[in-house]
């Protein structure tokens, strides 16, 4: 399959501020890429679509002056969680897919907001 | 109404046994649907898609569709302790959307 991979695995931050986690498709281009998040025990939630060169596309309910996306190449998406608080903590994951229907998630990103 | 419900479990299963895994889905022009497997703090892995009704088998794999019925399953053949993880169903919106809606997921253990 497809390799997507994430940046950083794990991060810890004080309330307040920004932390930005990186996605890259390694082997393949991907114009579409996925913000997922979640949390314990819970389902994964879209939170954004991710376009290359356009704006993303935000799932209600998700803030996007705080959750910036950018998706500045075919292979590399940010997303910025901008004054991060404790209740933003989470498991924030990515997912590509070198065909729309074939998607593939990247190891995910562990976000701690202490 | 949730639109991917699955039963959360635990499905515990004896090693060799098979593993059925079922989820069912809300919205009836939904064309894809997927499996994934997800072990504790790690991220999911597409096990299988599945677009046409019946049966499609991977290995130890086979997943079911029927959409007049609205559900789709996940058949584990010769189940192995390294099988037990969340596995989660995965249904693409419909209209031709290639965004999927997951269920909560199953956990399914296999004991030795």
């Known amino acids: 399959g497809a390799v997507v991979s994430q940046h950083p695995s794990r991060v810890i931050c004080k309330s307040g501020t920004s932390v930005k986690i990186e996605c890259r498709s390694l082997?393949?281009?991907?114009?579409?890429m996925f913000w997922y998040r979640q949390f314990p025990k819970q389902s994964l939630m879209l939170m954004a679509t991710s376009n290359e060169g356009s704006k993303a596309t935000y799932e209600q309910g998700v803030e996007k002056d705080k959750f910036l996306i950018n998706h500045a190449s075919l292979t590399l998406s940010t997303l910025t969680v901008t004054s991060a608080h404790p209740e933003d903590s989470s498991f924030y994951i990515c997912s590509a897919g070198p065909e729309s229907y074939e998607q593939y998630f990247g190891p995910g990103t562990r976000l701690t907001v202490t | 109404q949730k639109e991917v419900e699955q039963n959360s479990g635990p499905l515990s299963v004896p090693e060799g046994a098979i593993a059925s895994l079922n989820c069912t889905y809300s919205d009836r022009g939904s064309q894809s649907f997927f499996w994934y497997r997800q072990y504790s703090g790690k991220s999911p892995e597409l096990i299988m898609f599945?677009?046409?009704?019946g049966d499609k088998e991977d290995g130890r794999f086979t997943a079911q569709l029927n959409k007049a019925s609205q559900y789709v399953s996940l058949l584990i053949r010769d189940s192995q302790p390294s099988d037990s993880a969340t596995y989660l169903c995965a249904v693409n919106r419909a209209g031709g959307s290639y965004i999927p809606t997951f269920g909560r997921g199953t956990s399914l253990i296999v004991h030795p």
């Open positions: 599945i677009y046409s009704n």
């Open positions: 082997d393949f281009q991907a114009t579409t």
